[in-house]
Structure formats: C-alpha cells, structure tokens
C-alpha cells in the first residue's frame, strides 16, 4: 500500500539518544557524540565559580554532567592507549551523581520542629555521596595512593579522616575498601532513621563538607 511505501522510505533514526535517557547511554557513546560549538560549554564548566544548568526535560543537562564525569576522561584515556594516572588527570575530575526522587522525599521531616535535623542528615547524606564518589575518581586515575605518596601516606590520610567519624571509625581499617565500607553503613543508617525514627537510634553527625576538605 502507499502507506507502507511511505514508511519504508522513513530514513531510520541516526541519533543514538533519541529514544534513550542519557542516564543510560554508553559512556564511549558520550565522549563520541557529545558536540560543543565554540567550546562555551567547556569553558562555562571549567570555571572555578559554581555553573547551574536549568532547562526542559530532554535538552542535555544529564548528557552534560555525564561528558564531564571523570568516567568519561577515563573511558576517553584508555580509548587513546593512555595510561589512566594523576599525571594524565583532566584538570578537574567531574563527579556526576544522581539522586532519585524517592530518596529526596524521604528526608521530608515528620514535623516542622524536625525540619533542622532532617536538613543536617540529608546535608550529611549528600556529603557521603560525593565524598565516595572522589574517591572512586581518584581511584580510577592510579588510586589514592598516587595522588599522596605511596602507601603509607594514603594510610595516614584515611586515619586522619576516620578520627571524624568518632565511635563509627573506630576499629576501621585505614584503607580504601574499608572506608567505602563505613560510608556504605552510614548511608544504610541514615535511610534507616528517616524512614523509621521512632525505632531507630539517632545517626551520628559528621561536620559539615569536612570529609572532603581533608581528602
């Protein structure tokens, strides 16, 4: 029939994220098709003052945070037979995280008198987050003991910044798996409060960013 005719002679899509999210594009895919005219983008990301990306669903903001996550300069790396260490590091190492809606509505405090103590948990939630996604990004560049000097500084500096754990970082490992470990569990116990305050114990309470001050 013409209709048929006519749908044939549709060119397929070439596209690749026309019916795919970002979210779940391939990171090789990312780097090949990402395209910035003038290189305003870039420049706009590399500032050192913070850069906020507002827009429609759709228009790229997942794809643009995703292009310059340190996946993506790592992935970039080995394609070229780079050796992925601090010395071939980009400038910046990008951290990409996304949080689902379910998680941000559970930090919803009960009453309006718990409000400043939900708002310090998901504070702290979200320092966690960020804080093992650098280190996971330092480790993906020659890992931390790269970056400090050897072994015995990556141990000292894990000390260091398990003493701000208090009692939770007592008894911990000064190493890599361990620390993410730990931070696992404290995540696990703050979504277990949120959701159970009446039956579970008040989770401790980290200073503020200083987790990754000290890294």
């Known amino acids: ?85 601090p010395k071939a590091a980009p400038e910046y190492l990008g951290l990409y995280l996304r949080i689902d809606i379910d998680l941000l509505q559970v930090f919803n405090p009960p009453t309006e008198s718990d409000r400043p103590l939900y708002n310090a948990l998901f504070g702290q939630f979200f320092d966690l987050l960020v804080f093992r996604k650098a280190l996971d990004a330092l480790g993906a560049f020659g890992g931390v003991a790269s970056w400090c000097g050897g072994n015995e500084a990556e141990a000292k500096l894990y000390k260091t910044i398990l003493r701000e754990f208090g009692p939770r970082g007592k008894g911990v490992q000064p190493t890599n798996v361990e620390m993410h470990e730990l931070v696992k569990e404290m995540l696990a116990e703050m979504r277990r409060y949120v959701n159970n305050p009446r039956t579970e114990s008040e989770p401790f309470k980290l200073q503020s960013n200083i987790l990754l001050k000290l890294l």
Do not use: W
């Open 1 to 85: 029939s013409a209709e048929e005719t006519a749908l044939a002679a549709v060119p397929e899509p070439t596209n690749p994220f026309a019916l795919l999210r970002a979210d779940y594009a391939n990171i090789e895919e990312l780097g090949h098709y990402f395209i910035d005219p003038g290189q305003e983008l870039i420049r706009a990301m590399k500032t050192f003052k913070p850069v906020v990306m507002a827009g429609a669903r759709g228009c790229g903001k997942t794809m643009l945070g995703r292009y310059f996550s340190y996946e993506r300069e790592a992935t970039e790396l080995r394609e070229k037979g780079i050796l992925v260490t």
